[in-house]
Structure formats: C-alpha cells, structure tokens
Nanobody, 127 residues
Framework: QVQVVESGGELVQAGGSLRLSCTAS????????MAWFRQAPGKEREGISC????????SYADSVKGRFTISRDNPKNTLYLQMNSLKPDDTAMYYC????????????????????WGQGTQVTVSS
C-alpha cells in the first residue's frame, strides 16, 4: 500500500523560510517523478514544482520560480521543498504527489499525471 506523508508546514512571517518534507512508502521511490502542489481556500489546486525520478531535472511554476527549490533524497524516500522569501500569497495547503507511471520522461505540473497524494501540510504566511 502506497503512503504519502507531508510535514513541515507552519505559520511564518512574510520574508521567512520553511522546508517541507514528504516521505513516500510502498513503492520504489527512485523510479517515480514527484511533485508539490498547493491549494488555497477558494482557489484551484496549483502545481508548483516537480522533479524527475533521478533528480536531474526540475520544473517550477512562475509563481515560485527563484524562491522555491525542490530536491529529493532517494535512499531516504524523501522529497523536499525549500521555500524562501515567503509571501502571504503562498498561504495554502501543500500536497506531495507521486507520478502515475515509473520512469516518466516528462516532469509535469498537471495534477492528472499523479496518482498518489498525501493529506497535505498547512503553510500560513502572515504579513
């Protein structure tokens, strides 16, 4: 059974930093592209970053480019999202997701490409 668990969300002041973590078990982690999504109240879910299974390619939404960094530690089955220069607009529930297929060639930010999701971790940025 695949389990995906996010952690690290909390209340932080604007301009601050946070690092989110996500562990995925029940599958060969190093074979799957991974991604971070977020959803704010009243807004659609937004794909913000993805990373290929071997970590050699990443992609970012324009809204976070230059501020957020995605990384992974395959031996630890863990995905990270380093978030710097946080803004109140970054306030959302953040989700980690596992790609639908192993060894996917494209790092996608489309939610329908991902089949396993965590419960989310809340990030709140105060002004």
């Amino acid at each position: 059974q695949v389990q995906v668990v996010e952690s690290g969300g909390e209340l932080v002041q604007a301009g601050g930093s946070l690092r989110l973590s996500c562990t995925a078990s029940g599958l060969p982690f190093d074979q799957y592209n991974m991604a971070w999504f977020r959803q704010a109240p009243g807004k659609e879910r937004e794909g913000i970053s993805c990373i290929k299974y071997n970590g050699v390619r990443t992609s970012y939404a324009d809204s976070v480019k230059g501020r957020f960094t995605i990384s992974r530690d395959n031996p630890k089955n863990t995905l990270y999202l380093q978030m710097n220069s946080l803004k109140p607009d970054d306030t959302a529930m953040y989700y980690c997701a596992v790609h639908r297929y192993s060894y996917a060639s494209i790092c996608s930010l489309a939610s329908d490409r991902y089949s396993y999701w965590g419960q989310g971790t809340q990030v709140t940025v105060s002004s």
